[in-house]
């Protein structure tokens, strides 16, 4: 499944994407299922009853069980809203199978949850959802054979209908995602970027406090970065930075996040991470730097962890505890971690992450 994922997902940005727009596509989804609703309540006389109950279900089960999924950030996001889009073509197609199939007025519909792919996907995201789509649009016309014969004219018509709305969304997704990538994602290390930080890690929060979760930050510094690049030139100081956040990447799971705050300094954040589980993620990184020698150097990392749950989950107050463990990381000798003490995030955590790249470590 992580290589379905992968092939639909495969940067920490286009992850990150799919979760801020989850956000923003919230509304007219709604929008569309109320309008649908509305609709299907004025044909009942031509469609019954039971299409604008498989509507009412399908709506139910995106909002409080796909979503909410979503959201938790426990499964890779491109699998739950994969899962969500097929559900949503196959309540889609029953509906316009019992409503005369190939016959139905309700066929065009068929094609209303590609323009929801191709608001979260690139061109191989949205071309395979068009080819779902036309799929079960032969399914459908297959349940009527004799209302295709009588009338071919309304299947036919639809294909094009699904194959420019897939072209059109592609190349406009296309654009987005370039513009985004470069926005979102450091161009030397390929991590996450600070700028797309607080955004997702609100999202966390808000789970946080509906479920009582836990979420775990690690502060990770390489140690005398300053000294890597005066001795060996900023081209090898370019290499160890791209090296360790590919060993980042490489520990974390899929719906755990890796940003380069700046300069030698990264975040993670790890959700659903206790404090004790996540002084484990954070040994595990360490010796995994410490193994790694990058383009044939010896590079260390010091590492402060911190972790709250419920309501007490926030960005500024997480962080300034992880930075205080590390700072006591750095004063214990390098190469180590340290893990806040409980509570310790309720000090001083008014702000946001501090300027990166102001301290000399």
């Known amino acids: 499944m992580e290589r379905v994922a992968a092939?639909?997902?495969?940067?920490?940005?286009?992850?990150?994407?799919?979760?801020?727009?989850?956000?923003?596509?919230?509304?007219?989804r709604v929008i569309t299922y109320v309008a649908v609703a509305v609709t299907l309540a004025v044909l009942v006389p031509w469609t019954g009853w039971v299409v604008l109950l498989l509507v009412g279900v399908m709506a139910f089960l995106y909002e409080m069980v796909i979503r909410r999924r979503l959201?938790?950030?426990?499964t890779h996001p491109a699998l739950v809203i994969l899962v969500g889009f097929a559900l949503n073509t196959v309540i889609t197609g029953i509906g316009v199978a019992i409503t005369g199939g190939a016959g139905s007025p309700l066929l065009p519909w068929m094609v209303i949850p590609i323009?929801?792919?191709?608001?979260?996907?690139?061109?191989?995201?949205?071309?395979?959802?068009?080819?779902?789509?036309?799929?079960?649009?032969?399914?459908?016309?297959?349940?009527?054979?004799?209302?295709?014969?009588?009338?071919?004219?309304?299947?036919?018509?639809?294909?094009?209908?699904?194959?420019?709305?897939?072209?059109?969304?592609?190349?406009?997704?296309?654009?987005?995602?370039q513009q985004r990538t470069r926005s979102a994602l450091d161009p030397l290390t390929g991590l996450l970027n600070r700028s797309s930080l607080p955004s997702r890690f609100g999202e966390l929060a808000e789970q946080a406090r509906l479920t009582g979760d836990s979420v775990a930050l690690v502060a990770l510094?390489?140690?005398?970065?300053?000294?890597?690049?005066?001795?060996?030139?900023?081209?090898?100081?370019?290499?160890?930075?791209?090296?360790l956040a590919a060993a980042i990447r490489g520990e974390l799971r899929s719906f755990e996040l890796a940003y380069r705050l700046g300069g030698e300094e990264f975040l993670i954040v790890l959700p659903g991470v206790d404090l004790e589980h996540g002084a484990g993620v954070a040994e595990r990184l360490r010796r995994r730097i410490a193994a790694l020698r990058p383009d044939g150097l010896d590079v260390t990392a010091s590492l402060g962890v911190s972790a709250a749950h419920g309501d007490a989950v926030e960005l500024g107050a997480l962080f300034d505890a992880a930075d205080r463990a590390l700072y006591a990381a750095k004063r214990g000798g390098r190469n180590r971690v340290e893990v806040a003490p409980p509570g310790d995030e309720a000090r001083d955590g008014d702000g946001a992450p501090a300027r990166p790249g102001a301290r000399g470590r």
Do not use: Q
């Not at 092939?7 to 007219?28: I, N, Q, S, V, Y």
């Not at 309304?154 to 190349?171: D, N, T």
């Open 115 to 177: 323009v929801s792919l191709a608001g979260r996907f690139d061109a191989r995201g949205v071309w395979w959802g068009t080819g779902f789509v036309g799929l079960a649009i032969a399914v459908v016309v297959a349940t009527s054979p004799s209302a295709f014969a009588d009338n071919p004219a309304p299947a036919i018509a639809v294909l094009p209908l699904a194959l420019s709305l897939g072209m059109f969304s592609a190349a406009m997704m296309r654009a987005e995602r």
């Open 71 to 74: 959201v938790a950030g426990r």
């Open 221 to 243: 510094d390489i140690d005398r970065f300053k000294a890597i690049n005066d001795t060996y030139g900023h081209a090898r100081g370019d290499a160890v930075l791209r090296a």
């Open 7 to 28: 092939f639909f997902c495969p940067t920490d940005a286009d992850r990150e994407r799919l979760l801020e727009l989850e956000e923003t596509l919230r509304r007219p």
